[in-house]
């Protein structure tokens, strides 16, 4: 058997690991480290620059092993096990360390804890790599056909993308009709297009495709499965219907806020938010002539950090239409910034200007006040230019609130098991570079579920989620993570713990060359290893985290305090 | 807080916590933490494993026993585990595993187990915290002699 010689690749990241981990100590300790044949540190390892050096090092040093440490395998571990195959190394003699997000990015205060801490991380993957073995994949099949939770815009151009591709497509929207948020939206920016008219020839063909099964009234109750092979429970009317699906896209899309406690909504009549001022000229209501629009109502502060992206624009719409219609009108926009970004929008702003809409800044610190008793009179505010407190006349005050994420997102999250940030949404795989894609493979997410977006964003959004779920589809396999259980039948003593501590009924026991033992069928195997541990001889064994494998990275981290040795 | 030396003895103690963190979960509720730059403190190091339920007893056992000062086993929430119930089992062997620990004269809160979904970054920082500090407050884990488990290998 060949020598194991490990290399060990240390990623800077740029600043986020080399600007608190001491890296160049952490590359000098490595060398030190036993079977390390090559380390060395780079400013980006995930850049090909830093992929094609792990090529030629493998080459070049005939490593057999291939440690590195950056960020974390959720997202990475794909593209530095690609580099170990391009070199002609079996990609389960890769391992990873997580030196970013377990360590330079929660220990930024303390670079001498948490370089030393990453000195030890990588003592342990180079542990456990030196009893890496080379595994060989397993292949499962992919059903072919796809779900669409939410039958928005997002939802609805997504399950267009997939059933042009002939994918059959199954679309589950919670009302009764299909459209989403959008519909309550009476015109759209920046010409002034009847809602309608964009959203109804979607919604047609969405009904008329005949790969698309839309479920109106429909909720998802239940997922299991994984890529290739969900199995959807969705419930209408108290009847469950279940679907089977090789693919998930999540658009949920989200809800406005409603602003209840703040600037007297919900106590006053006529002080509506954005969407409500809709609904009130959809149903046909006279125009006002004295309007005060407040924009940033709960955005951008401590509870509710986010900019709703796209509010300005709502604002700024709104004033216009306002504006068109009754050109005597006072209309003020009260804002903290006027985020008019990209060209139409900016140019929409000039044009509300030169209709005579008024944008007065105000401070958040100081922010405007409702007057009048039983409704809205009049909106005092500080005229932060002037230096002075002014008074403008309000017979309408319009709140420009930002979208929030839908209460049921938790209950999907755990379902689908993704998982959601802060304030809510959907938290995508990588914020740049995987920004549709969840770290569970299969399940893909598009529109405002994620993170407000407007209609041109939702929609490529929707298009890059098809596309990204038609891949398992079209190619209708999978390849399964080698790391499944194994069991060596000589030290196998048939007591059949395994057998019963299986979630997925792969384990039996079976007559074999050396009698009655355990053996696993690797397509049933999902990999959990809980098998091996109920295993009391040893003889189950899961691949990539084998006994010895998982003790060697213990004894490598308790080494040192047996040793009794600082370093 | 910046202590330049992390070994025993100067202005305290560090102890060296084992933590498994099972990859869907806790793993990703640790990633979480990092990408939400939360701070907490350096004493755990994590190995991934793709369920809790493959937490074989004898790593906590070989891991107490070989000096570390305490082992964190992380999972999805009961009824959220990936594989179904692969928690479950975490749960039930992780209550006679204490009792084992107790047995055999190790303080039972070295050893814990806890739930950390993938969106809950902050609990991750949270438990980290208050797991270092409850493990600090024990003191050094000075294990007796003669029970060390099997050493890498020896399979």
Partial sequence: ??????????????????????????????????????????????????????????????????????????????????????AGLNKYLFEFVNIREHCSWVHMHDPAMATQKAKELVRMGVAKARFLEPQEEFESSVFPAALVIGGGVAGMTAALGLANQGIQVHLVERDQELGGLIREVRTLFPAGQATEEVLQPLAEQVRNHRQITVHLGSEVE?????????????????????????????????????????????????????????????RGADVPRDVVIINCVGARIPERTYCGRFCCTTAIKNAIWIKEREPEASVFVLHRDVMAYGVQIEESYRRAMELGVRFLRYDPENPPQILGDGRAEAVRVQHQLMGKEIVLPAELVVLTTPLVARDDNPRLSKMLKVPLGGEGFFLEAHLKLRPIEFSTDGVYVCGSARYPANIPESVSQAYASAAKASIPIREGVVRAEAITALCDERTCSACGNCVEVCPFGAVELQEGRFGRTAQVNPAQCKGCGCCVAACPSGAMQQSGFNDRQLLSMIGALAEEMTGGVGE | MASESSDEGGNGYEPKILVFACNWCSYAGADLAGVSRLQMPANCRIIRVMCSGRVRPEFVVTALSKGLDGVLVLGCHPGECHYSEGNYFTRRRGLLLKNLLQFVGIEPERFQVRWVSASEGAKFADTVEQVTEQIRALGPNRPQGGMHSTEPGDR
């Fill in chain 1, 1 to 86: 058997m060949p020598k194991t010689r490990v290399g060990v690749f240390v990623c800077h990241c740029g600043n986020n690991i080399g600007g608190v981990v001491r890296v160049p100590e952490v590359v000098e300790y490595a060398r030190t480290l036993p079977n390390v044949a090559c380390v060395e540190d780079n400013l980006y390892t995930c850049s090909e620059e830093g992929l094609s050096s792990i090529r030629e090092q493998i080459a070049e040093h005939g490593l057999n092993r291939v440690v590195v440490a950056s960020c974390t395998p959720r997202t990475h571990e794909p593209l530095f096990r690609e580099a170990c195959e391009q």
């Fill in chain 1, 222 to 282: 239940d997922v299991g499965g994984f890529i290739g092979d969900f199995d959807v429970a969705v419930k209408a009317d108290g009847q469950v219907n279940n679907l089977k699906v090789g693919a998930v896209i999540v658009a949920t899309g989200a809800e406005e806020l409603k602003p209840t406690g703040l600037y007297r909504y919900s106590e006053l009549g006529n002080v509506v938010t954005q969407l409500e001022f809709e609904e009130r000229f959809k």
